[in-house]
């Protein structure tokens, strides 16, 4: 029997990644702003390639509409 995943593939264990995120939109919807915090544990994992993948990180953005 042959398999077709090659054998010098890395197998990495399980992992969970936490992320927080907070928004807000004021009454008339004209001002919107979110607090978004990704990985907030700062678990080391790996994608399915063997990439590292981003430690701890935090992005905000706030838009207004006239």
Do not use: C
């Amino acid at each position: 029997m042959t398999t077709r995943l090659k054998e010098d593939l890395q197998q990495y264990p399980g992992y969970g990644v936490h992320s927080f995120a907070v928004n807000y939109q004021s009454n008339n919807k004209d001002i919107q702003a979110s607090l978004v915090l990704d990985n907030a544990f700062n678990k080391v994992y790996y994608s399915t390639v063997g990439v590292p993948q981003e430690a701890r990180n935090i992005k905000m953005s706030v838009s207004y509409r006239w």
